[in-house]
Structure formats: structure tokens, C-alpha cells
């Protein structure tokens, strides 16, 4: 059974967390397929089929297909 998470507190000496959880909080399976991108303009993870690359600023960069919403 998982602990609860802790709430985060800037102490005194400048330290935030006295416990922080690991781990991310988007899966990972290792698979190309089912892995999640952010959007260059919205910032949102969709799945890579979701997303399509142009070219912004010089770079190839993962953008939402059609638009983003």
C-alpha cells in the first residue's frame, strides 16, 4: 500500500521537500508507440500519433494535430 502523499513546505533553511515521491507521473513502457510528447505551443502531453512536427525557430518541434485546443 503506497504512503500518502506529503504536502510540499518551503522549510527555514530553503529546503522544499523533506520527502518527495519518485517516479514520473507520466507511464512509461518503453514503447515508442504509446509514448507521450509536449506540445511546443500548449504545453499538453498527447500520444505521438497525436502529434505532428513543424519547423519552429530553426528545430523540427511536436506540435498537436490539427491544433491544439
Not at 529546503?15 to 507521473?25: D, E, H, M, N, T
Request: proline share 7%; net charge positive.
Amino acid at each position: 500500500m503506497p504512503k500518502p502523499p506529503t504536502k510540499s513546505v518551503v522549510l527555514d533553511s530553503g529546503l522544499r521537500y523533506k520527502a518527495k515521491v519518485s517516479g514520473s507521473p507520466f507511464k512509461v513502457n518503453g514503447q515508442a508507440a504509446t509514448a507521450t510528447l509536449s506540445c511546443f505551443l500548449c504545453g499538453k502531453h498527447r500520444l505521438r500519433s497525436e502529434m505532428k512536427f513543424r519547423t519552429l525557430m530553426g528545430k523540427s518541434q511536436a506540435v498537436c494535430d490539427p491544433k491544439c485546443s
